[in-house]
């Protein structure tokens, strides 16, 4: 059943019987009314993601709104490194499209472009590899490929997931620390691409694996793809819980797929309370134009920093 929140017009329309939901009535006045920012993060920290259709933002609107839900995440050092983006002027906005810098599709001649975006259809949360993670992520459908060839983004209900665990496993993880890289990731998702690259000669993020929602309240365990291995024990020690943890979190009941339907099309998720993957099944790759933008806001609460230090001063690599 829709939901109405009177003083604003927004309803929420439940996507799945334990998380997501779709909201209606939003009109896109920037600045938004303080009520409706309110509504909305108050939805998002209840159902993990929101998917607004045919919201039509502009570059300018998506950093604009993105900047009310808190301090953005930018692509400064990546620009600084050298990378080419299609949109230096605008470094909160995240390129997650299949284009490259011309706007021309992304093939096999760019085997790290596609690579990157391959280590995307593994389980994570966006920003888990670096020492401030963040909270909030809002990605915008620019341009689709055509309808039926694939690019749905699925999200895992991993508050939920972690409520189900027996108790005997969630004594087992309870004070677990997570040693998360960004290169890790990508090298399960393109062995070949980076087979000369240790992950172990980089700097790692370290987070609790069990940690509290603090805006719901509720336990949430953060496993993703990007965790190399727990304090004290090496990668093959680790990797074996966490492929279980894995294996546990992403049961089908956990799991909403969400299409886009539309050009315009805009779904902002909380990091902190759910899992996602772009899909890699999509028959558009190599042909079809996706073009993807996403801002990133970071955690600016109790554990957003995790167990490295606030204000901790080196950020991964290459991000996508
Ligand atoms: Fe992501």
Redesign the pocket.
Known sequence: MPSKVESTGLEFTPLHKTFGAEVKGMTWDLPTPKDTIEKITDAVHKYGVLVFRKANLSNEQHINFSRQLGELDDVKAHIKAGRAMRFPEQPEIFD?SNLDEHGNVITDADPLRRANNKG?TLW?A?MAYNPQRCAY?LLRAVELPPHGTGGETEYLDSRTAYEDMPTSMKDRIEHLITNNSLFHNRKIAAPETFKDVDPLKFPMSRHRLVQTHEPSGRKNIYVTTYAHHFDNQSCEESQPLLNELLAWVSQPKYLLSVPYENDGDLVLWDNRAVL???TETGTYEGKYRRDMR?TTVKDGGKYGWGENGVNCNWQAGLT?
Do not use: G, L, Y
Request: proline share 0%.
């Open positions: 997650v995307n994570h966006d992520s996602h993957r772009a996403r996508n």
